[in-house]
């Protein structure tokens, strides 16, 4: 920017808002919700902007003659323009009833000023090679994003408002006559509980090794894409897509995974595969197998994948396998970054997203796991809306069941936490041939407290 280019603003809207405060207390409640001192371009009206925060916060009436005397107090009276600068603002507005709209020409200014500054810092980094261009990237959309916030007002609003919304939900609802609000998850007992997976919730799938978690979100996943073609974003960090696929088809036409993978197949089997791949062709399932993907990728291949095909629910596998810009950051700080990012993205995006995390060793020790159990971070815990666990006690792995004579596992289902439902323990079935997760049938079945 050269030197003769004088920054946005506009001094005669700022002189009306200070007026306005000299002459209504009331305007200080409006303006409060529009403006920081950080707005106002000339520094003498920051002052008298900080000044009459402070005196309110103390209580105390703001007019000419006491702002005046706590700036004399402080030492700044002169900085403002003494006593006349004062009486110029009481005058420059004849009312205080469009402060409102003074403060939002103020606004409006600092933006400018903002988004001036955020470019020319963009530019200067831009030509910095060492700095990473998908770094530039993230701190351009981060640097706007919190632009755009700071930007947007955010108003209470009666409760006789938001109860008339209440009402329409409720009676559509009853209407509908679904149990299941959300996005289905296939599985009868755990979409009576849950209602589904809803907008904007952060849920955590988390099992000890081969139990299964990548199966069950698959399965889930697979559900929601074929039989209800609910478009469906699949960020694997574990497993190639191929594999990913295979295990589909496997499920969908109940054939041996282990056939599948070592060719013995029949040719009713090949039958079957075929009759099962036009449905699968065409779901809205959208996979992505980059390994060792970092945080700020992550972020952008959802978004991505939301503007594209409108996603309705995002599965991450698995937390421990997602990279951190920060590498020398502890790992713990790590997790509770990744944790917090997770459950902000599910709202930016308005979706459910269901991250898949692993258990401590501990819990082999256990009857059942418990929310202290999530590896890596506290963070987790308290961020999850939900928190889901696979558990088979004595029973078993995935890995040691493929060749079991019992071709069906019972497998618990713990709902450790829900913001807006029951916990407890429900049962699943698991035939590890087919590495498919069926709602269980048996004497045993558990039900949540």
Do not use: C
Request: glycine share 6%; charged share 25%.
């Amino acid at each position: 920017m050269g030197k003769e280019r004088v920054p946005p603003h506009n001094l005669d809207a700022e002189s009306a808002v200070l007026g306005a405060l000299l002459l209504s207390k009331e305007a200080l409640d409006v303006v409060v919700q529009v403006l920081r001192p950080s707005d106002f371009y000339r520094q003498a009206h920051r002052t008298l902007f900080e000044t009459i925060l402070e005196m309110s916060a103390e209580s105390q009436e703001v007019d000419v003659l006491t702002l005046s005397h706590a700036l004399a107090k402080a030492g700044k009276l002169d900085l403002v323009g003494g006593m006349s600068a004062l009486a110029q603002l009481s005058e420059s507005v004849p009312s205080a009833a469009n402060a409102e709209y003074y403060a939002q020409i103020v606004k409006n200014s600092a933006v400018r000023r903002n988004l001036i500054d955020v470019s020319s810092k963009l530019i200067i980094q831009s030509y910095e090679e060492s700095i990473e261009s998908r770094m530039l990237i993230e701190e351009a959309e981060k640097r706007i994003f919190e632009l755009a916030e700071e930007r947007s007002t955010h108003n209470y609003k009666k409760v006789g408002d938001i109860v008339t919304l209440s009402m329409e939900r409720i009676i559509a609802h009853s209407k509908n006559k679904n149990v299941i609000t959300g996005v289905p998850t296939g599985f009868a007992d755990l979409d009576r509980e849950t209602t589904g997976f809803h907008e904007s919730e952060f849920i955590i799938i988390a099992a000890r090794p081969s139990i299964g978690k990548t199966t069950f979100a698959l399965n889930m996943a697979a559900y929601q894409s074929i039989s209800k073609q609910i478009p469906v974003g699949f960020l694997s960090l574990e497993m190639p897509d191929l594999d990913l696929v295979d295990r589909i088809l496997a499920s969908e036409a109940q054939l041996d995974w282990g056939k599948i993978r070592n060719g013995f197949l029949r040719p009713s089997d090949l039958t079957s595969l075929r009759d099962v791949v036009p449905t699968v062709y065409e779901a809205p399932l959208y996979i992505d197998d980059t390994p060792n993907m970092k945080l700020l990728d992550l972020r952008a291949q959802a978004r991505r994948m939301k503007a594209k095909n409108d996603i309705q629910i995002l599965y991450v596998d698995y937390i421990s396998l997602i990279g951190h810009e920060n590498p020398n950051m502890p790992r713990h700080e790590q997790v509770s970054d990744i944790s917090r990012s997770l459950k902000a993205l599910a709202r930016e995006l308005k979706i459910p997203v269901v991250a898949l995390s692993q258990l401590s060793r501990a819990t082999e020790e256990k009857k059942m796991p418990g929310l202290a159990d999530l590896r890596e971070s506290g963070s987790l815990e308290q961020d999850a809306d939900v928190v889901l666990f696979l558990h088979r006690g004595n029973r078993g792995t995935d890995r040691d069941m493929k060749d079991a004579a019992h071709p069906v596992i019972e497998t618990d289902l713990i709902i450790g936490k829900q913001r807006k439902g029951p916990i407890g323990t429900l049962k699943l079935g698991f035939h590890p041939q087919y590495t498919k997760f069926v709602d269980f049938v048996g004497d045993s079945h558990g039900g949540p407290v």
